[in-house]
């Protein structure tokens, strides 16, 4: 099994509409998800066909293979690779990832130092449930300088660097067009609309009197079972890189992309962030018993603790019905496992999806989907079972239309262990 790493050099306005069910306003996502990516180079493939590099149809269904067979390529969501420094712009080369929904921020300041900071309230919520104690975080930033303490939910893509956590977000805007009527070569009536788009471009140097602007650039990863297929994919976009077309509007000029893959690192010992994990719940508890006093009965006494933190949407379901929450049924069901384990906390949220098929000419199904960040707090007695399980649940996500970027998971993300008084 291999990971694929693309990167996606935006050279033209991305049109990535998403429009909510009974809604007459449409928004523009923030990220490139990948059934976009999946059906771009998907439909590349097939009209190269007979060219070099680009036989995956052909040699006993190699096509079918990557996109359509039991184990299709898992093609994740795209997410913006440049970083905010202060008032400078930076590409990074590691990870991006999705703050937990438990991440909270001050209302008055919120984001990442300089500003009030962000720290994550998962630990300490867990604790204060076994004290049966309210909890109710406030920033500590906002009462060294005498203004409002409270706290919200802070959502953003990170990144973090030596120690240092950097925002990731990418900015759009409108274009607006109007028919021409070609008899007068005057504007048509009727005929105005506005496309919402994702800037193609960012000022690498906002402080000097002559911007600089780059071209903005997504990362990705494309998970591919079969090595000899993978090795394929890789020289096939690395040949093809400059041909692709994203989202919608590709006529007029837009969507326009430079996508090169290499592979990419595997995916760190999970193993090691569990234990490390185990270890902040054990140390926290230190500073409650302080507080309060030691429990009668240990909670932690022969468990082990582990999150799923979701890295993209995800379509769940259980007894035939949609949900946002991962019982410990489906759990096991997703990992193969029939061990009693306890699902303590569950943070989540849902919104809707749809899209369309371009293949079929038609619009996907609208989904209700649970959003990316949902945190989802388990324990287990016998965590040596769960560790091969887990990791495959990381490489392949969980849920339904996982090959399209949806359901995909981390394990004990490391921002869990970030508290309040270490707000970063």
């Given amino acids: 099994m291999k990971r694929i790493e693309l990167n996606i050099k935006v050279r033209s306005p991305l049109a990535l509409g998403t429009q909510k069910p009974g809604g007459s306003v449409n928004e523009v996502e923030k990220y490139i998800p990948g059934a976009v990516l999946r059906g771009a180079i998907a439909s590349q493939i097939l009209q190269q066909s007979g060219q070099q590099f680009a036989n995956l149809e052909q040699n006993g269904g190699e096509f079918q293979t990557l996109f359509l067979g039991d184990n299709p390529a898992i093609f994740q969501n795209a997410y913006p690779a440049i970083a905010k420094d202060g008032d400078e712009y930076k590409f990074v080369t590691h990870d991006i990832k999705v703050l937990p929904a438990t991440a909270v921020s001050s209302k008055t300041n919120p984001g990442f130092k300089p500003k009030h900071g962000v720290f994550d309230t998962l630990i300490d919520w867990f604790w204060s449930k076994q004290y049966h104690q309210p909890y109710d975080p406030s920033s500590l930033e906002a009462l060294k300088e005498k203004t409002d303490a409270r706290v919200e939910t802070y959502s953003s893509f990170y990144s973090q ?9 990418a900015s759009s805007r409108f274009l607006t067009r109007v028919g ?21 471009s960012f000022p690498k140097n906002t402080k000097s009197s002559v911007v600089e602007w780059e071209d903005f650039v997504y990362r990705s990863y494309v998970v591919v079972e079969n090595d000899i297929l993978a090795d394929k994919l890789i020289e096939f976009i690395n040949h093809n890189f400059q041909i692709f077309r994203l989202g919608g509007s590709i006529s007029r000029g837009l969507g326009k992309v430079e996508i090169t893959a290499k592979n990419g690192q595997n995916i760190d010992n999970i193993s090691h962030r569990i234990d490390n994990f185990n270890q902040a719940i054990k140390n926290r508890w230190q500073d409650w018993i302080e507080a309060f006093a030691e429990l009668e009965n240990n909670p ?14 995800a379509i769940l379901t259980e007894d035939w019905r949609r949900t946002t929450v991962i019982s410990e049924d489906m759990l096991k069901e997703f ?90």
């Avoid at 660097?161 to 977000?169: A, F, L, V």
């Avoid at 070609?182 to 193609?200: F, K, Y």
């Avoid at 932690?300 to 933190?309: G, S």
């Fill in 161 to 169: 660097e030596n120690g240092k956590y950097y925002s990731h977000s």
């Fill in 335 to 424: 990992a193969g496992i029939d061990e009693n384990i306890e699902l303590h906390v569950a943070y989540s949220s849902y919104d809707y999806r749809s899209g369309w098929n371009a293949a079929w000419g038609l619009m996907k199904d609208v989904e209700l989907v649970t959003n990316q960040g949902a945190v989802y707090l388990f324990s287990t007695t016998q965590p040596a079972l769960w560790l091969e399980a887990l990791a495959k649940l990381e490489r392949c996500g969980i849920g339904d239309r996982t090959c399209e970027g949806f359901g995909q998971v981390q394990v004990c993300n490391e921002f869990h262990q970030v508290f309040r008084e270490n707000a970063v």
């Fill in 300 to 313: 932690l006494k022969n468990k082990t603790y582990f999150t799923l933190d979701l890295q993209s949407d």
């Fill in 180 to 200: 021409i009527n070609r008899r007068r070569a005057t504007a048509a009536e009727d005929i105005l609309n506005s496309i919402a788009v994702l800037n193609e």
